[in-house]
């Protein structure tokens, strides 16, 4: 798993970057960054899978940088790690996993690994299960942890940084976002038709022509709902479907 520091504090730097590695060796620091810029350059050239991020920076402010990644790649997870308590609220409302304060506990730091790992899918993290093997999905109900089939969702929409599974008997809140999801189901019977969408390929009622060589789409279960087809996946939707 790849990590990305962002910290203008040294010694607050050397510290995390120390603890990460006594507390789980399969997550990599692949740099350390003391602006936000310099953060922003490494981030979207490298795609890290979680960044441990500051609030106040020399340059930019941290919450701004989160909305920022957000709006690019909603798969990257955030761990602000900061001395001020009083952004946490603001943080959460941006999806954060965690929101640690310095200075750090490796006590506290594992509880934040942990959290993450479950947002990316502890199986997979830890014993290397291939996405494919999985059968179910886990989602929130009623504040508890459901799993679902796989074969009963009739479609995936994006929900800033998490994603909403609909299904015949509802909808569900997922804990992953719809990157996470769309790896976890790449060798399945689901296609990602649009930067907010998956469907259930075995749930097609109608496929309907639309402008500029795009598609609406009608499921199965939820025929009152138009998906639409972005044009860059039209043409391998239909190399899919022999149509």
């Given at each position: 798993m790849k990590a990305l520091i962002v910290e203008d504090e040294e010694y607050s730097a050397i510290e995390l970057k120390y603890l990460l590695k006594k507390i789980d060796k399969n997550i990599k620091v692949i740099g350390i960054a003391n602006s936000g810029q310099k953060a922003?350059?490494?981030?979207?050239?490298?795609?890290?899978?979680?960044?441990?991020?500051?609030?106040?920076?020399?340059?930019?402010?941290?919450?701004?940088i989160a909305k920022s990644i957000a709006s690019w790649d909603e798969g990257i997870k955030i761990i602000f790690t900061t001395a001020y308590d009083e952004y946490a609220v603001k943080a959460f409302e941006l999806n954060a996993v965690d929101y640690i304060l310095k200075p750090f506990s490796e006590e506290r730091l594992k509880k934040a690994i942990e959290k993450m790992k479950k947002h990316f899918g502890v199986n997979n993290i830890e014993t290397g299960k291939k996405?494919?093997?999985?059968?179910?999905?886990?989602?929130?109900?009623?504040?508890?942890?459901?799993?679902?089939?796989?074969?009963?969702?009739?479609?995936?929409?994006?929900d800033g940084r998490n994603s909403l599974i609909k299904t015949a008997n509802g909808v569900y809140r997922s804990l992953y976002s719809l990157k996470d999801i769309e790896d976890r189901l790449k060798n399945s019977c689901f296609f990602r038709v649009h930067k907010s969408y998956i469907i259930n390929l075995k749930k097609i009622k109608e496929i309907i022509p639309w402008f500029n060589n795009t598609y609406i789409i009608k499921l199965s279960g939820s025929e009152n709902i138009e998906i639409p087809v972005s044009k860059n996946k039209a043409n391998e939707l239909k190399a899919i479907l022999n149509i």
């Open positions: 922003l350059n490494i981030l979207k050239k490298f795609r890290p899978d979680v960044i441990f991020l500051d609030i106040k920076l020399n340059d930019l402010n941290g919450l701004d996405f494919e093997d999985v059968k179910k999905l886990p989602v929130k109900s009623d504040s508890k942890l459901i799993f679902i089939d796989i074969d009963e969702i009739i479609f995936i929409e994006a």
